[in-house]
């Protein structure tokens, strides 16, 4: 049956321009704009040009805030001068750093960092290199990042705002009944071990990660007084053993290294764990035929910008690392939005 429609370049100036859309977004988060009317709960253009000291005309500054309206991340009543903007019921949830679901961290990350990055993949793809803005870097990111106290504040933020809700969807989805302790091998804040014992009374668990982030793990845990139940090992998940526990998670681990060292890691989950235990990777799985999950191909493009060899995968990728390894079988379970637990059964 032929196509008889006309073509319409909608769809590719929609894509086109969509750093313009991204980039106001993430301005207005590296403001905290959405924290601060969070706390007055509405301000208008001259009170918000005063707070920030903006030296834009004042049409501008309205075409700004008017353009979060329209993109549905601000409402407001009035118009121009006589207008007061507030948050939607999205941006006051995820947006205000006040709040425990705040996602902010990988947002302002990707205005630091990633943004910047992104407008060389031109560049990575015709050379094969990572793009990360660091003087002299080395060939691992991480190391990069864990010498620079502010950088690694702001990838942890980013990660637990990323992470959040895939950890939650995982912690009231996951049958826990036949478990009793957990492992978050590259745990950073500790933040997946703290929903588990939050949500799984009976569970007790272990944030493992390098010893630079320890103390930042500690006092996360200390927060949701769940230090009984939580406890901070520290280590490198390649040099040092993970810790046994029933079950091994790593939340978007797998997808930092090239295949090898994703068959390592998975190997030292399986050295850590019993008999019937289980692996779990937290990733933007792609889907098999690779048609459907833009977010997990465009991630894995990302791994290129920012490690040079990482890349994200298919659960048919993962089931065949894992039965390599002697798992018995996977599965997997959808979380939040484009993000997936892949399982393997020991």
């Known amino acids: 049956m032929k196509d008889h429609s006309q073509p319409e370049p909608g769809h590719i100036m929609q894509i086109g321009t969509g750093f313009w859309a991204s980039k106001t977004l993430l301005t207005a988060v590296n403001l905290d704009l959405f924290t601060h009317l969070a706390v007055h709960r509405s301000m208008s253009a001259a009170e918000i040009k005063k707070t920030y000291n903006f030296q834009c005309t004042d049409r501008h500054l309205y075409d700004f805030l008017d353009a979060l309206v329209a993109l549905n991340l601000l409402e407001k009543e009035g118009n121009l001068t006589s207008a007061l903007y507030f948050n939607t019921k999205d941006t006051d949830a995820f947006l205000d750093m006040n709040k425990k679901a705040y996602i902010g961290g990988i947002l302002k990350m990707m205005n630091n960092r990633l943004y910047s990055n992104w407008g060389n993949l031109q560049e990575a793809l015709s050379t094969g290199n990572s793009q990360i803005e660091f003087n002299n870097p080395s060939e691992n990111l991480f190391d990069d990042l864990y010498k620079d106290e502010s950088r690694l504040k702001e990838f942890i933020d980013a990660m637990s705002g990323a992470q959040m809700g895939n950890f939650m969807a995982f912690t009231n989805t996951f049958d826990f009944t036949r478990y009793n302790t957990l492992t978050d091998a590259g745990g950073s804040s500790g933040l997946l071990s703290i929903m588990v014992a939050t949500h799984q009374p009976h569970m007790k668990c272990t944030s493992f990660d390098l010893p630079e982030v320890e103390s930042i793990a500690k006092s996360t845990i200390d927060k949701f007084n769940l230090t009984d139940r939580v406890s901070v090992a520290s280590g490198n998940f390649f040099n040092d053993p993970i810790p046994a526990a029933d079950i091994v998670v790593m939340g978007n681990i797998l997808h930092d290294w090239d295949e090898e060292n994703k068959q390592k890691l998975i190997k030292k989950a399986y050295e850590a764990l019993p008999k019937e235990g289980v692996f779990v990777a937290i990733e933007n799985l792609i889907d098999n035929d690779r048609r ?55």
């Not at 465009?298 to 290129?304: D, F, I, R, T």
């Not at 890349?311 to 939040?336: C, Q």
């Open 292 to 346: 459907k999950n833009s977010f997990g191909l465009l991630m894995s493009l990302n791994m290129l910008l920012e490690t040079k060899t990482g890349f994200d995968y298919t659960f048919n990728d993962f089931e065949g690392w894992i039965l390599d390894v002697g798992f018995k079988n996977a599965s997997f379970i959808p979380l939040a939005g484009p993000a997936s637990a892949a399982i393997a059964y020991k």
